[in-house]
């Protein structure tokens, strides 16, 4: 673990309907960040989706109901474009003011299935935001050679010590930000593009680029879902309805540098599956390691021809890989 001083870390984590993966990130978040002082808050879209017979304070500090704003009548159509965004934006305006006003360092943002392997790349992070005076760190990917951008609401940190955090999120929810620019399409990247917009040119610190990440065929260039690993950051990001990626986000978690000790943990991963239809294999990569699944010569023309017809029908676009320095 990096020898950087302790500090006060508030963790945001954003939960719809998967609360196990809520759950390893949290406890993943608690035995990484030991020596420093930490809060987890779950907000989940509704309440009562939670497990009775869990004991939720086990691993979050707090637990809350996503919410929107109220606004006027005519505006509220524009944000049911987008609802799941909205709910999520507000949420990390809201926890932003709580860790705020509970005097923290650092708010890191993440969702279910964001889950930090090791802490010390993401320590080297807040330790080079204390330094340049950043008041963002996030990571983006672009398509069309950075002509298109998204930011990622994964893995995100606002820097608390920094003299704009005062406004960072008091912000009305008629802003641009709440109110963006091509909401319909770009939904929750779209409110950060304009969230970040607000500040200062050298208020944000892009850290890390998608188009170096790796999927779960081990190519580089993840989307967001169903996994990307971000071998850079020891940071990997997997969707639960994509249940291919169970016996590689068990690959990924065997790179954790402790043991499991938390029966209901351990109980979860067990019951992924330790194959699928293809072999795992296993690579070095800037002294980590990429899981992926070695696909035959068959197998790789059916997915090249399956992508093909996809891309046709949905102007897909592949991402691309940039100069970060460039954005910011």
Known sequence: MDKIKSLKIFFSISCHEAVDDAIISSYLVKKNFKNHKIFTNLTITKKNSLHKKINYSNYFD?????????????????????????????????????????????IIYLNSGSWIINSSKILKIL????????????????????KAIYFDDHFLVVNLKNKLSSKTFNISP????????????????????????????NSLFVYSDLGHAHDEYGKA??????????????????????????????????????????DNIANIINSWPDTWIYKIKKTKHNNSFIFFYDLNLISKLKIKIKKMLINKISNYYPVSKIKIGKIS
Do not use: C
Not at 78 to 106: H, P, T
Not at 127 to 146: H, P
Not at 174 to 201: C, E, Q, T, V
């Open 62 to 106: 707090g637990i809350t109901e996503a919410s929107v704003p109220n606004i006027d009548k005519n505006l509220k159509s524009y944000y049911f474009q987008n609802i799941g965004s909205i709910r999520l934006f507000n949420s990390i305006i809201n926890s932003g003011k709580v860790a705020k006003k509970k005097n923290y360092d650092f």
């Open 174 to 201: 008629y802003s641009r930000a709440y109110l963006p620019i091509d909401f319909f399409y770009g939904g929750i990247h779209k409110n950060l593009f304009s969230w970040y917009s607000m500040f200062p040119k």
């Open 221 to 262: 260039g993840a989307r967001f879902i169903p996994l990307s690993w971000d071998n850079d950051n020891l940071l990997l990001h997997s969707n639960s309805r994509y249940k291919h990626v169970f016996p590689l986000r068990k690959k990924y978690l065997s790179l954790l540098n402790f043991n499991i000790d938390d």
């Open 127 to 146: 330790n080079i935001m204390s330094s340049k005076k950043y008041l963002f760190a996030s990571r983006v990917q672009t398509f069309l050679n950075g």
